[in-house]
């Protein structure tokens, strides 16, 4: 079958697959409004535990049963229903501490007058019973995408962005407004950090005050987004997401030399704007695609993030702890379904099967670690051959004389290797590669890396006259060196058995039904629940497969989970509050309808990251102030933060932190990618070697994700700990001396010069008078010798000053 | 997360949401309360589920696996099958070392019953054994990890595997903290060595990194990183730092009105200040008396850099901090897979006598009704010798102790097979050791949680009971 065929045959396949609306309307009106409400509002004290006036409202029955003064509901009868007038707080005040927003009642009104639908699966929490109902179909996250219309321009600030018409009327709803734009030298910082990551050079903020084109905004938007600082700065999300780090995980946690190769794929792929689906399927199964792309093949790099360790004697056990969490991972990151709770029983809340579970398991069932490819094109690869052939060839002899003194102790250090592992794993390895299965060949590459990575090798058993021989056999090998071509770049990726593959089986299951890969069934038209997979040039194409319906159009949650995300980091908080769970224990959007049009935009755009961006960055809401005037009363109104009426102050990330101070003191390298750096390196933080097993470094001080866990959101702590460390510890203290010296290198005797060359380049703005006096005032009138520890205090201050850690 | 006020309290998810995103460090309740005053709004205290029998834990950590056929198990049957195989009737277990069919290696320890009850104890242990009577040997402990990176791990987290919070952590994040002044989660380890996986063992794994264990390093001038400005900087030096930068954000704050969290970092300066003045006070064991000291074995060479870690474990819970945890033989030094007897006697004497000095100091003060000490490992050893003269790990079966914080001493829970390799009675996995230890401090296992990715995570994941026996009267 040609490539061609196969696209063909798939895309048939697939589109069978999305689910037709099943729900009715009344029954998604149920699930987008009534059932979160009622579990939100009224279940502690009319639910299973407490039935307060004796009224239960966990189910249908129970709320039509009524409570102790009789009925609540009248179905098509809302004015009859008592339960409405008490939410309208007439008679009865229900909820009592607050009523519900006018909306949520106008919900219930239509809920009533539409007979009180409830959909056939009565309890409001789900009963784990191996099915899929139509009102689990109904959930929010699992619709397709519509396209809303845009709302008319209600107030003037709203003018005729989208973001800003959308999140306009629900403000003017509540009869509230927009803060005005933040200030030039605000917005200007804001962007920076958020695009590149960086502070804004004293030069880049010159050039924008003097910029008077209309269009110098949108001008500067496109200059950052084609920065290639924008990659480096959106990688390190990316990087959380898939919990990269640059160590092993496990006690030894052994540095990965070569890991950092999918970092920089990550930023290349960023800067060059690849379309989203494209950066899915590379990562899942770039091994797989046509060609012999090597930036593809660098990409699955993904499947190798996981937690390892060569010395694990339970080999079986070690494996399957690695295809669990991989199954974990990309259930987080690209479906923001938090799946681990089904890998041992159905989902308690969410429609997430425990068959679901080892379904998207098993798309990765024929995963093989590869240590043998590299990065490098066929051109390069061919040259390399030619000239390994050249070298071969003038050290046949000295290799094969080598080869016979080593072999026997190489044998024995095998023998001694593979004995140490259970019966079965050594039955696995003894197979020559033919008679394996997919899961032989994994036990026996794990008893291979035991091989190469444990210590004391071949060499520390030789007798002292084999010693001396292979001595004088590897001196003359070297004298062929120059022969030698330079080795290809090594890389850490994967890719399939290409043998018979192990069934992926549930644990206990007495059956031991064999699962196929299949995707979730609450997505799935349930007359076609599997997924027909493609035949690639190489590969079972089951990564492909999952891979291509992970990034489908129709696929309602990767387009929403990576809008969300994005939207999340410009803003502070997600449309949707947990980025990595979209299922009944998240939150719901804030802006459904925003939400949605975004959505649709995005998918128009052919999944275009910066095109989205610029979107956002072009808005009023994005622009708009931190501060309110109505701030007070308007918390009162908007309690979860989330209608949008001021930008949120947000703290800078460590690495934001690390990187302003290097930017401030004119360390900060500007080369891009490359082998991860020792933390003493003024290269970005994002660059500095990331060990799982560490937790006390700056970095981690100031909520670094740590590489663990796949973390959507980092936390944002405020602890002495973090105060210790900005004001006593030596890294920082460091920088403020770094900083004073470049600013006095500037032969500016001018005190006050001086302090406003320090505020520029930390605040990124001119100081105020009272500011300045009060630095002057700090530094003394003159700068003698003496006073240069002065000023090394003074940047101090400015770099432990809130206005330096925080965006506004 | 930028505003206390935003978190009513009838709003229970953006509130908990904040306390747990931003997560403020230990000094968490002052700042709370603090906070509640300035903006009326009501913290949540951390609360107990069920009446605490402890206030707090010292955790005495034997790390790479201390023989417990040695300790506190004795098998009379071991020295009698000496030299043998193991009987074909015992499931033959998977070894970490995988030598396969060694025979079985004797215990050549005298036992003695000690105290009213009469528990076993081993010469390798004179001192500790005077309280047996204080003690409640936990004999039938279970594990997965059968390496030290996953045992030491699931000691301390649960689970074998990286990524969850240490058991400290989960403490922390129930109980709060009782000293605002200094870390509530103290890690020490002696010979100022890295214990297995490093410090990812007393991390918070996916909770903030305000629940993480400290490490202190008690002998140290600066026993907490980066607690005292470069010796060059005076006091008054630093003081006027402090001022210009409390100036500068003062101003910044009164721009930014409604926006806590700016107010709630100047307050995590003025705590760390605190700090650097209260941390030294509580390492500084020269204020104990000669005669305490002499308890701990300090003064011995042996005995007197564990004895010291000892006495600031004492000193430290004095002041609040709630969970103290000491390696003794940091980086898998109880490992003994050959010469066990040289490497046992030698470790038991370094810590016997420190560990009996805690307890009685511990006991003449009043403070052992409401601290709990643990002793243990990440696993024991097995009956099967290993390279002649060793133990291979035994996570099957293997030894715990504890004393104190409400434990009914001088009772044995729970038994391992005659040859102490599998724990057949009262099996105790390390899940029920923590839902125990929770237990204990009034934490009930099920109902802590923390809410992470849509999941309602528990400390001892989902299983693990609290072992009443424990508190038997």
């Given at each position: 079958?040609?490539?061609?065929?196969?696209?063909?045959?798939?895309?048939?396949?697939?589109?069978?697959?999305?689910?037709?609306?099943?729900a009715s309307s009344g029954e998604r009106h149920f699930e987008q409004f009534i059932r979160p409400a009622l579990i939100e509002h009224c279940l502690e004290c009319h639910g299973s535990t407490k039935q307060k006036g004796g009224l239960r409202l966990d189910s249908r029955a129970a709320i039509m049963a009524g409570g102790e003064s009789g009925p609540v509901i009248f179905p098509g009868a809302p004015s009859e229903s008592r339960l409405l007038s008490a939410l309208r707080y007439q008679g009865l005040e229900m909820p009592p501490d607050d009523p519900l927003d006018p909306t949520l009642i106008q919900a219930f009104e239509t809920w009533i007058t539409l007979g009180a639908p409830w959909p056939e699966q009565d309890p409001l929490v789900r009963?784990?019973?191996?099915?899929?109902s139509e009102s689990?179909?109904a959930w929010w996250?699992?619709q397709?995408?519509?396209?809303p219309?845009?709302p008319?321009?209600l107030?003037?600030?709203?003018?005729?962005?989208?973001?800003?018409?959308?999140?306009?009327s629900r403000l003017h709803a509540k009869g509230m407004?927009?803060?005005?734009?933040?200030?030039?030298?605000?917005?200007?910082?804001?962007?920076?950090?958020?695009?590149?990551?960086?502070?804004?050079?004293?030069?880049?903020?010159?050039?924008?005050?003097?910029?008077?084109?209309?269009?110098?905004?949108?001008?500067?938007?496109?200059?950052?987004?084609?920065?290639?600082?924008?990659?480096?700065?959106?990688?390190?999300?990316?990087?959380?997401?898939?919990?990269?780090?640059?160590?092993?995980?496990?006690?030894?946690?052994?540095?990965?030399?070569?890991?950092?190769?999918?970092?920089?794929?990550?930023?290349?792929?960023?800067?060059?704007?690849?379309?989203?689906?494209?950066?899915?399927?590379?990562?899942?199964?770039?091994?797989?695609?046509?060609?012999?792309?090597?930036?593809?093949?660098?990409?699955?790099?993904?499947?190798?993030?996981?937690?390892?360790?060569?010395?694990?004697?339970?080999?079986?056990?070690?494996?399957?702890?690695?295809?669990?969490?991989?199954?974990?991972?990309?259930?987080?990151?690209?479906?923001?379904?938090?799946?681990?709770?089904?890998?041992?029983?159905?989902?308690?809340f969410?429609?997430?099967?425990?068959?679901?579970?080892?379904?998207?398991?098993?798309?990765?069932?024929?995963?093989?670690?590869?240590?043998?490819?590299?990065?490098?094109?066929?051109?390069?690869?061919?040259?390399?051959?030619?000239?390994?052939?050249?070298?071969?060839?003038?050290?046949?002899?000295?290799?094969?004389?080598?080869?016979?003194?080593?072999?026997?102790?190489?044998?024995?250090?095998?023998?001694?290797?593979?004995?140490?592992?259970?019966?079965?794993?050594?039955?696995?390895?003894?197979?020559?590669?033919?008679?394996?299965?997919?899961?032989?060949?994994?036990?026996?590459?794990?008893?291979?890396?035991?091989?190469?990575?444990?210590?004391?090798?071949?060499?520390?058993?030789?007798?002292?006259?084999?010693?001396?021989?292979?001595?004088?056999?590897?001196?003359?090998?070297?004298?062929?060196?120059?022969?030698?071509?330079?080795?290809?770049?090594?890389?850490?990726?994967?890719?399939?058995?290409?043998?018979?593959?192990?069934?992926?089986?549930?644990?206990?299951?007495?059956?031991?039904?064999?699962?196929?890969?299949?995707?979730?069934?609450?997505?799935?038209?349930?007359?076609?629940?599997?997924?027909?997979?493609?035949?690639?040039?190489?590969?079972?194409?089951?990564?492909?497969?999952?891979?291509?319906?992970?990034?489908?159009?129709?696929?309602?949650?990767?387009?929403?989970?990576?809008?969300?995300?994005?939207?999340?980091?410009?803003?502070?908080?997600?449309?949707?509050a947990?980025?990595?769970?979209?299922?009944h224990n998240g939150q719901r959007p804030s802006h459904p309808e925003?939400?949605?049009?975004?959505?649709?935009?995005?998918?128009?755009?052919?999944?275009?990251?910066?095109?989205?961006?610029?979107?956002?960055?072009?808005?009023?809401?994005?622009?708009?102030?931190?501060?309110?005037?109505q701030?007070?009363s308007y918390q009162t109104l908007d309690p979860k933060d989330e209608l949008?009426w001021?930008?949120?102050?947000?703290?800078?990330?460590?690495?934001?932190?690390?990187?302003?101070?290097?930017?401030?003191?004119?360390?900060?390298?500007?080369?891009?990618?490359?082998?991860?750096?020792?933390?003493?390196?003024?290269?970005?933080?994002?660059?500095?070697?990331?060990?799982?097993?560490?937790?006390?470094?700056?970095?981690?001080?100031?909520?670094?994700?740590?590489?663990?866990?796949?973390?959507?959101?980092?936390?944002?702590?405020?602890?002495?700990?973090?105060?210790?460390?900005?004001?006593?510890?030596?890294?920082?203290?460091?920088?403020?001396?770094?900083?004073?010296?470049?600013?006095?290198?500037?032969?500016?005797?001018?005190?006050?010069?001086?302090?406003?060359?320090?505020?520029?380049?930390?605040?990124?703005?001119?100081?105020?008078?009272?500011?300045?006096?009060?630095?002057?005032?700090?530094?003394?009138?003159?700068?003698?010798?003496?006073?240069?520890?002065?000023?090394?205090?003074?940047?101090?201050?400015?770099?432990?000053?809130?206005?330096?850690?925080?965006?506004? | 997360?930028?505003?206390?006020l935003e978190f009513a309290p009838s709003d229970s998810f953006s509130r908990r949401?904040?306390?747990?995103?931003?997560?403020?460090?230990?000094?968490?309740?002052?700042?709370?309360?603090?906070?509640?005053?300035?903006?009326g709004w009501a913290?949540?205290?951390?609360?107990?589920?069920?009446?605490?029998?402890?206030?707090?834990?010292?955790?005495?950590?034997?790390?790479?696996?201390?023989?417990?056929?040695?300790?506190?198990?004795?098998?009379?049957?071991?020295?009698?099958?000496?030299?043998?195989?193991?009987?074909?009737?015992?499931?033959?277990?998977?070894?970490?070392?995988?030598?396969?069919?060694?025979?079985?290696?004797?215990?050549?320890?005298?036992?003695?019953?000690?105290?009213?009850?009469?528990?076993?104890?081993?010469?390798?242990?004179?001192?500790?054994?005077?309280?047996?009577?204080?003690?409640?040997?936990?004999?039938?402990?279970?594990?997965?990890?059968?390496?030290?990176?996953?045992?030491?791990?699931?000691?301390?987290?649960?689970?074998?595997?990286?990524?969850?919070?240490?058991?400290?952590?989960?403490?922390?994040?129930?109980?709060?903290?009782?000293?605002?002044?200094?870390?509530?989660?103290?890690?020490?380890?002696?010979?100022?060595?890295?214990?297995?996986?490093?410090?990812?063992?007393?991390?918070?794994?996916?909770?903030?990194?305000?629940?993480?264990?400290?490490?202190?390093?008690?002998?140290?001038?600066?026993?907490?990183?980066?607690?005292?400005?470069?010796?060059?900087?005076?006091?008054?030096?630093?003081?006027?730092?402090?001022?210009?930068?409390?100036?500068?954000?003062?101003?910044?704050?009164?721009?930014?009105?409604?926006?806590?969290?700016?107010?709630?970092?100047?307050?995590?300066?003025?705590?760390?200040?605190?700090?650097?003045?209260?941390?030294?006070?509580?390492?500084?064991?020269?204020?104990?008396?000669?005669?305490?000291?002499?308890?701990?074995?300090?003064?011995?060479?042996?005995?007197?850099?564990?004895?010291?870690?000892?006495?600031?474990?004492?000193?430290?819970?004095?002041?609040?901090?709630?969970?103290?945890?000491?390696?003794?033989?940091?980086?898998?030094?109880?490992?003994?897979?050959?010469?066990?007897?040289?490497?046992?006697?030698?470790?038991?004497?370094?810590?016997?006598?420190?560990?009996?000095?805690?307890?009685?100091?511990?006991?003449?003060?009043?403070?052992?009704?409401?601290?709990?000490?643990?002793?243990?490992?990440?696993?024991?050893?097995?009956?099967?010798?290993?390279?002649?003269?060793?133990?291979?790990?035994?996570?099957?079966?293997?030894?715990?102790?504890?004393?104190?914080?409400?434990?009914?001493?001088?009772?044995?829970?729970?038994?391992?097979?005659?040859?102490?390799?599998?724990?057949?009675?009262?099996?105790?996995?390390?899940?029920?050791?923590?839902?125990?230890?929770?237990?204990?401090?009034?934490?009930?296992?099920?109902?802590?949680?923390?809410?992470?990715?849509?999941?309602?995570?528990?400390?001892?994941?989902?299983?693990?009971?609290?072992?009443?026996?424990?508190?038997?009267?």
């Open positions: 079958m040609n490539g061609r065929g196969i696209g063909l045959a798939f895309l048939l396949a697939v589109t069978s697959l999305w689910q037709s609306k099943g009963d784990g019973h191996g099915s899929i689990d179909r996250a699992f397709g995408i519509q396209t219309a845009i008319p321009g107030s003037p600030r709203s003018g005729n962005h989208p973001i800003d018409r959308f999140v306009g407004e927009a803060a005005p734009e933040a200030s030039p030298s605000t917005l200007l910082r804001r962007v920076y950090f958020d695009v590149i990551g960086l502070p804004p050079s004293p030069e880049a903020i010159r050039a924008f005050d003097d910029n008077r084109r209309p269009d110098r905004w949108t001008r500067l938007v496109d200059r950052l987004l084609a920065d290639p600082r924008y990659g480096e700065h959106w990688s390190r999300h990316w990087l959380d997401l898939v919990r990269y780090s640059d160590s092993d995980g496990w006690n030894q946690d052994a540095f990965r030399p070569h890991i950092w190769r999918y970092r920089d794929y990550v930023i290349r792929a960023l800067n060059e704007n690849k379309p989203y689906p494209k950066f899915v399927r590379e990562q899942l199964a770039g091994d797989e695609m046509p060609g012999s792309d090597p930036e593809a093949l660098t990409a699955t790099g993904y499947l190798r993030l996981g937690i390892y360790e060569y010395n694990q004697r339970d080999a079986r056990g070690h494996w399957n702890d690695i295809m669990n969490e991989m199954t974990d991972v990309t259930g987080d990151v690209f479906l923001g379904m938090s799946m681990a709770c089904a890998r041992c029983h159905d989902h308690k969410d429609p997430v099967l425990q068959k679901d579970y080892f379904r998207l398991r098993s798309f990765f069932e024929p995963v093989i670690w590869r240590d043998d490819l590299t990065a490098a094109n066929e051109e390069e690869k061919a040259a390399y051959r030619s000239q390994e052939a050249n070298w071969e060839g003038a050290t046949a002899t000295i290799r094969s004389d080598l080869e016979e003194l080593l072999k026997p102790y190489y044998e024995k250090k095998w023998l001694s290797t593979v004995e140490k592992f259970p019966l079965d794993i050594q039955a696995s390895f003894h197979k020559p590669v033919a008679d394996r299965t997919s899961l032989d060949h994994q036990m026996a590459y794990l008893v291979s890396r035991q091989f190469l990575e444990e210590g004391g090798g071949p060499l520390k058993a030789m007798s002292k006259e084999d010693q001396a021989r292979h001595e004088a056999l590897t001196a003359r090998l070297a004298a062929f060196d120059y022969l030698k071509p330079k080795a290809l770049p090594p890389i850490m990726v994967a890719s399939d058995f290409e043998g018979p593959l192990s069934p992926t089986l549930i644990p206990e299951d007495p059956n031991r039904e064999e699962i196929r890969p299949g995707i979730l069934s609450v997505l799935a038209d349930p007359q076609h629940p599997s997924l027909l997979i493609p035949v690639p040039e190489r590969g079972s194409g089951r990564r492909t497969a999952l891979a291509l319906w992970i990034g489908d159009d129709r696929n309602p949650l990767t387009p929403r989970v990576i809008v969300n995300r994005v939207w999340q980091q410009h803003f502070g908080q997600g449309l949707v947990t980025p990595n769970d979209f299922g925003l939400f949605d049009w975004l959505t649709s935009y995005f998918i128009s755009t052919g999944w275009d990251l910066k095109a989205l961006h610029r979107l956002i960055l072009t808005s009023q809401t994005w622009k708009q102030s931190a501060r309110h005037p701030a007070q949008l001021r930008q949120r102050v947000r703290r800078l990330t460590g690495e934001q932190i690390r990187d302003a101070m290097l930017a401030a003191t004119g360390e900060l390298t500007d080369r891009i990618g490359g082998p991860s750096q020792d933390e003493s390196a003024p290269c970005r933080g994002l660059y500095v070697k990331q060990f799982r097993n560490r937790n006390d470094t700056l970095l981690h001080a100031f909520d670094l994700g740590g590489g663990l866990k796949s973390v959507a959101v980092r936390n944002t702590t405020t602890t002495p700990t973090q105060a210790l460390l900005m004001i006593n510890g030596d890294y920082v203290l460091a920088r403020a001396g770094r900083l004073a010296l470049s600013l006095l290198a500037q032969s500016v005797s001018d005190p006050e010069r001086l302090v406003r060359l320090a505020i520029r380049r930390c605040w990124g703005r001119e100081p105020e008078a009272h500011e300045l006096s009060a630095s002057l005032e700090y530094l003394g009138s003159s700068l003698d010798p003496l006073s240069k520890e002065r000023l090394e205090d003074f940047c101090h201050v400015l770099f432990n000053s809130n206005e330096f850690l925080y965006l506004d | 997360m930028n505003d206390f949401a904040f306390l747990q995103r931003a997560g403020f460090g230990f000094g968490s309740i002052a700042l709370l309360s603090l906070l509640q005053r300035e903006s913290a949540p205290r951390p609360t107990s589920h069920f009446p605490a029998k402890a206030k707090n834990v010292i955790w005495l950590f034997m790390e790479g696996g201390p023989s417990h056929l040695d300790l506190v198990d004795p098998k009379p049957l071991l020295n009698r099958l000496a030299g043998q195989p193991l009987p074909p009737s015992f499931k033959e277990p998977i070894t970490a070392m995988g030598e396969k069919g060694a025979p079985l290696l004797p215990a050549p320890r005298t036992w003695t019953r000690h105290g009213q009850s009469g528990l076993w104890a081993s010469e390798w242990m004179p001192n500790i054994a005077r309280h047996m009577d204080d003690i409640a040997v936990i004999r039938s402990c279970w594990t997965n990890g059968i390496n030290h990176s996953g045992g030491v791990c699931q000691m301390n987290t649960c689970i074998n595997v990286a990524g969850r919070p240490s058991l400290g952590a989960w403490v922390h994040y129930g109980l709060g903290s009782a000293n605002q002044n200094l870390p509530s989660f103290v890690v020490i380890c002696d010979s100022n060595g890295r214990p297995v996986n490093g410090p990812r063992n007393w991390g918070s794994g996916f909770m903030p990194a305000s629940h993480q264990g400290v490490r202190i390093h008690g002998a140290e001038a600066e026993p907490i990183r980066s607690l005292h400005a470069p010796e060059h900087h005076s006091e008054a030096r630093q003081a006027e730092k402090l001022s210009l930068l409390q100036r500068f954000n003062r101003k910044h704050a009164l721009e930014h009105p409604q926006q806590s969290e700016l107010e709630a970092r100047i307050r995590s300066y003025e705590l760390a200040f605190r700090m650097q003045a209260t941390a030294p006070e509580a390492v500084d064991i020269s204020r104990e008396t000669e005669a305490t000291q002499q308890l701990y074995g300090l003064g011995q060479k042996e005995t007197s850099s564990f004895g010291r870690n000892c006495l600031l474990a004492r000193r430290l819970i004095e002041r609040g901090v709630r969970f103290v945890q000491l390696y003794n033989g940091t980086g898998s030094k109880w490992d003994s897979h050959s010469g066990i007897e040289k490497n046992h006697s030698r470790l038991c004497h370094t810590m016997d006598q420190p560990i009996a000095g805690l307890l009685q100091d511990l006991k003449q003060r009043g403070l052992l009704k409401e601290t709990l000490v643990v002793w243990g490992g990440e696993f024991g050893r097995t009956p099967m010798s290993e390279k002649g003269d060793g133990r291979d790990h035994n996570p099957t079966g293997f030894s715990i102790w504890m004393a104190g914080g409400g434990v009914q001493g001088g009772q044995v829970i729970g038994r391992t097979d005659e040859l102490g390799l599998y724990a057949v009675e009262d099996r105790m996995h390390v899940r029920d050791l923590h839902a125990s230890i929770l237990g204990l401090l009034g934490l009930d296992n099920m109902s802590l949680t923390y809410d992470h990715k849509g999941r309602p995570e528990r400390p001892t994941l989902n299983e693990g009971r609290f072992n009443r026996q424990l508190i038997r009267a």
